[in-house]
């Protein structure tokens, strides 16, 4: 039987833990790692070839967290020697007030956009058809998701980190404010404090442990595009439609980059069904498929919406969208990161971190409730 004495077990090894492993044993903590699944698996939120980095945020929280996380996945990227993240500059475009706020943001961070007119948008990026005002950031990008996750791991290991894939934890015991038994089904680990990073599985394993709110868990399904022409150029987007004339139940954000080799990805952002992660089919729902296809063939000229390979994740998110980023006794949570969580992953670790070695907490708005 496995199992054995840790400062810190981390549970999950996706992007959160994967990079919470990473930290920890940097600082010098005895840390092992408990992944679910094999390396590499797709069941989860932090697979694939792409995602979108940029700190065009309008919240200040999650702009500084941005331009934490910078310097680290360039640090992330010498310590492992692998090229993760590619600068190809962004643009949003649409209606309403996010982008003025978006704009104000950066502004008085310090890191300031600019407004494109129309011609000088197509001009650059013919590939994109742009409703209404258009702002670009060159602080935009992109990474690729499975290297991340892999690089996170193997600078871990080579801190002194123990990463076990194909572990699934059964139970966690809180035994004391400075003790907790993290059971697998191949053995019992003891630690100082346990890190739970394990997305659309939190609330089934830290139900009765830690007070959770509500966690929305679904299946999204974006999707690659093949190109019209190989030689486009193209930024990473975010398109703000107009309310008024969309379709029942899609929301007004859709977002997409290039993912080389594989085709232009786009997608409706939080558009999924309600799921069980346990329960998955990975199937693409037809008629979300069909209004992704349709936007396409509307706003993405450069892409053909007929030649699509579909993508299956899952979303993680609270009611607000925030993180929750806190510590219960021995007990360190970090969920509802999905849907616009990865480009923060090396910050992300290091918070987690914080929160285990000396209990720092990173501000109210991440708090877990009554903590």
Known sequence: MAGRDADVVVVGGGGVGSAAAWQLAAGGADVVLLERFAAGHTRGASHGASRIFRIGYSEPAYLRLALRALPLWRELEQESGRSLLELTGGVTHGGGEELDLQAWALEAAGRPGRWLSHEEAVERWPGL?????????????????????????????????????????????VKGADRVDVHTVNGTYRARRAVVAVGAWSAKLLAGIVPLPPLRVTQEQPAYFAPVREDLPWPA?????????????????VYGLVTPGAGIKAGFHGAGEVCDPDERDFRAEPGQLRALRRYVREWLPGADPDRVDPISCTYTTTATEDFLLDRVGPVVVGAGFSGHGFKFLPVLGRILADLAVAGTRPGDRFALPSS
């Open 129 to 173: 058809r742009y409703d209404g005002r258009v702002y670009f950031h060159p602080l935009t990008g992109r990474l690729h998701a499975d290297h991340a996750v892999a690089a996170l791991q193997d600078v871990a290991a080579r801190a002194g980190a123990t990463v076990r894939h194909e572990t699934p934890v059964t139970a966690i015991e």
């Open 237 to 253: 987007f975010i398109h703000y439609r107009d309310p008024a004339g969309l379709e029942p139940g899609l929301p007004g954000a």
